[in-house]
């Protein structure tokens, strides 16, 4: 709760901020809170008896601050000057810093898991690179300058999240669909045009032994699309598929 206001106000709680980052724990929480934000409007707003606090809720999840990470606050602490005078910005960037010494002081034993949002958040611990791609523009790299042990965790960790937003169409197409949301279903043309892209990518999104509620809610919602609307165009195999995940659900939720 504290680290959403913090996320929501960052510059009134800076003070707040630097007690937080003390404790290497609650970017891991972060990092859950943020996958959570995929999925929390899941089912949300199919039972009428329910509709008018889940809009009211769907409308809070969707305020922007809610799809960004505590890690990227500190970062903008070093970098967005906003109102700031300089002298205040390099004020705040030394309390940061000390905030950022004093919570990193035995770094090196931790957990792999805990390392790496310090090496991220802390410019400090990144490398600045430059390379010219033509005669009047230059590319600026900044990137963490980690051991190599978590140069490795990260690049897998990049792989698992490319993995895991790979069915974000599908939902958000899917969720436009069932809320009557037509413009926004149109811009995931690849699903309007005909029934063979979504059963695929249910099937897709269904395989491969992954059980998360943001695979769940992808193939649910585009089952009961299916189920609702194309129903006559659909085979039996695809029916009887998208009847049992549906079925499914129910009963475990």
């Not at 606050?73 to 000057?81: A, C, N």
């Not at 309007?192 to 695929?200: A, C, D, S, T, Y």
Request: glycine fraction near 4%; proline fraction near 3%; include cysteine.
């Amino acid at each position: 709760m504290v680290l959403s206001v913090v996320i929501a106000y960052p510059d009134k709680l800076f003070p707040i901020s630097c007690i937080l980052l003390k404790t290497k724990e609650v970017f891991v929480f972060d990092i859950a809170r943020l996958q959570a934000e995929h999925s929390a409007d899941f089912l949300k707003g199919t039972l009428a008896s329910h509709r008018w606090f889940d809009h009211e809720r769907m409308e809070t999840n969707a305020l922007p601050f809610r799809k960004k990470q505590f890690e990227q606050v500190l970062v903008d602490y070093q970098i967005e000057k906003g109102i700031l005078s300089e002298n205040e910005l390099e004020e705040r960037k030394t309390q940061l810093y000390a905030a950022f010494d004093e919570a990193t002081q035995s770094i090196d034993s931790w957990e792999e898991v805990y390392q790496f949002a310090y090496y991220r958040s802390d410019l400090r611990r990144r490398q600045i690179s430059s390379q010219k791609v033509s005669q009047d523009r230059v590319m600026i790299s900044v990137v963490p300058d980690m051991p190599e042990n978590l140069t490795a965790l990260s690049e897998q960790a990049q792989r698992n999240y490319e993995d895991f937003m790979r069915h974000v169409p599908l939902m958000l197409w899917a969720d436009a669909k069932l809320r009557g949301n037509q413009e926004a279903a149109q811009q995931y043309p690849q699903f309007e045009g005909g029934i063979e892209p979504v059963v695929n990518e249910i099937l897709s999104d269904s395989g491969g032994g992954r059980s998360g509620l943001h695979d769940i809610s992808s193939a649910v919602n585009a089952c009961a699309v299916l189920l609702r609307e194309r129903r006559t165009a659909i085979n039996e195999t695809t029916l009887a598929f998208c009847t049992e995940v549906l079925l499914a659900t129910c009963l475990n939720f």
